[in-house]
């Protein structure tokens, strides 16, 4: 059983930065695909960016926030990243990570996720 432990939300001017962490524990990390998630008040859940830990770290994000967040990972410390650079208020969420056995952006294909974390960009 995979579990996930996000970190790292907080409360930030537009403009700002924040790194969110994801600690995996439990599973085989680097067998796994990564991704991060976010959703908003009265929205649905939506994609954010995504990883394979193993096809030599290949990324894929949303167009929303191409260019402006990075997705990492630390295999030896089981860990996954997100900065998140130039945030607008239109950024505020809760952040979750998943982990999941397929390359996809399809939140039902993802099979374990952390409890989340609040970011909030003010204006």
């Known amino acids: 059983q995979v579990q996930l432990v996000e970190s790292g939300g907080g409360l930030v001017q537009a403009g700002g930065s924040l790194r969110l962490s994801c600690a995996a524990s439990?599973?085989?990390?680097?067998?796994?695909?990564m991704a991060w998630f976010r959703q908003a008040p009265g929205r649905e859940r939506e994609f954010v960016a995504r990883?394979?830990?193993?096809?030599?770290?290949?990324?894929t994000y949303a167009d929303s926030v191409k260019g402006r967040f990075t997705i990492s990972g630390d295999n030896a410390e089981n860990t996954v990243y997100l900065q998140m650079n130039s945030l607008t208020p239109e950024d505020t969420a809760v952040y979750s990570c998943?982990?999941?056995?397929?390359?996809?952006?399809?939140?039902?294909?993802?099979?374990?996720w952390g409890q989340g974390t609040q970011v909030t960009v003010s204006s």
């Open positions: 998943a982990a999941g056995l397929y390359y996809t952006s399809a939140t039902s294909k993802y099979h374990y």
């Open positions: 439990g599973g085989t990390f680097s067998t796994y695909v």
């Open positions: 990883m394979h830990a193993v096809n030599g770290g290949s990324t």
